[in-house]
C-alpha cells in the first residue's frame, strides 16, 4: 500500500488540528518519503523533540508504509506568525 501526501496531509490536519500543513513527496510519486511542515496550537509549550514525536504519532499507521519522513518545520502558531515575511509595501 502506498501513501499520498493528501493521506499525509489531511491525518496531520485532523489529527494535531494544524492550522497550515504542507507535504512534499520526495519520492518521485511511490508515497515511501515524505517532507513535512506543520503549523499546529499543540505544539505550544513543547520541546522540537517532543513536537516530532507528536507528528510521528499522528502517522503511525502511515509509517508502515513510509521511508523517510523529514519533518522541515514544526511550529505554533505564533512562531509561524513570526517567521511570515512582512508584506511589501506599495
Known amino acids: 500500500m502506498s501513501v499520498t501526501a493528501d493521506q499525509v496531509k489531511e491525518k496531520l490536519t ?46 503511525k499507521a502511515e509509517m508502515a508504509h513510509i521511508h523517510a519522513l523529514s519533518i522541515k518545520k514544526a511550529q505554533t502558531p505564533a512562531q509561524a506568525a513570526a517567521a511570515a515575511p512582512a508584506p511589501a509595501s506599495t
Open 14 to 59: 485532523s489529527t494535531l488540528e494544524a492550522t497550515s500543513v504542507e507535504v512534499v513527496d520526495t519520492s518521485g510519486g511511490c508515497g515511501s518519503a515524505f517532507e513535512v511542515y506543520v503549523v499546529s496550537p499543540q505544539f505550544e509549550g513543547k520541546t522540537l523533540i517532543a513536537r516530532h514525536r507528536l507528528v510521528n504519532d499522528a502517522l
